[in-house]
């Protein structure tokens, strides 16, 4: 993923240096805060299902029964209100959807990555999938989907990057994420500058348990990290291209 091995050990030298430290794998912290997040948003569902959507779903029948005792004119104005109610409603049952399930079921990594990043792009995120990250099971997928939505969220100012490209590998023992981001003309993508963007780095993947790195390229802020990998599907992993490493990516 870097070509400076002093700052980036190889990936066995890096995952034994881990272990023998006895840092916990990333999945375990990020599982906690995802399933908190689960727990709220699920909560928030239901509220807005108890609450605005049944009580919207009650108007409509309130609105029939008055079209039926009044005159032509007012039955086509109740119409046309009923029909914003039903529009209302509508919108409130698809908020409730983007809430629950989280996370959402997915049909991969791009679609997983795209999902989740999507609330805090103006366009959405472009994947990279390159070796062994084909054959990443869903919690480690779920792990790069939260370690993203933490970089994009931590890392860049209240207006959105313009442009973002996640690119992905795998070995048997890290992920290589290495996360591009462009901001939108005339504005600034790193919140509090190159030094905060750096610190705010450090500690995520300090955290995390993971090795990461931080380069301005004029606007363009170029994230790189090696991630560990949880101990699940030990097969899959083994099919993953050893050594694997992230070369800068042009965005």
Do not use: C
């Not at 959807?97 to 959402?104: D, L, Q, V």
């Amino acid at each position: 993923m870097s070509d400076d091995s002093t700052r980036f050990p190889a990936p066995r030298a890096a995952a034994e240096d881990r272990a023998g430290q006895g840092t916990a794998p990333p999945h375990l912290l990020l599982d906690m805060v995802r399933r908190l997040r689960a727990r709220e948003r699920g909560y928030l569902a239901g509220l807005l299902h108890d609450g605005p959507v049944q009580e919207l779903a009650a108007v409509p029948l309130e609105l029939a029964e008055a079209r039926r005792a009044t005159g032509t004119a007012q039955r086509d104005e109740l119409g046309v209100v009923a029909q914003q109610v039903d529009a209302a409603s509508r919108s409130l049952r698809g908020l409730q959807g983007e809430f629950w399930p989280f996370p959402r079921p997915s049909s991969g990594l791009a679609a997983s990555l795209k999902q989740r990043t999507g609330w805090l792009l103006d366009t959405p995120l472009a994947v990279d999938a390159g070796a062994g990250a084909a054959g990443l099971p869903e919690a480690d997928i779920q792990v790069v989907a939260d370690i993203v939505e933490l970089i994009l969220a931590g890392l860049a100012s209240t207006e959105a990057p313009a442009r973002a490209l996640a690119a992905v590998q795998a070995d048997q023992d890290l992920i290589f994420l290495q996360l591009n981001m462009t901001p939108a003309p005339g504005s600034d993508l790193v919140s509090g500058g190159p030094a905060a963007a750096r610190a705010s780095l450090r500690s995520l993947a300090a955290a995390i348990g993971a090795r990461a790195d931080l380069d301005l390229h004029g606007r363009r802020l170029r994230v790189r990290m090696e991630i560990p990998r949880g101990p699940h599907q030990p097969a899959l992993r083994a099919a993953a291209a050893p050594g694997a490493t992230i070369s800068p990516v042009d965005h």
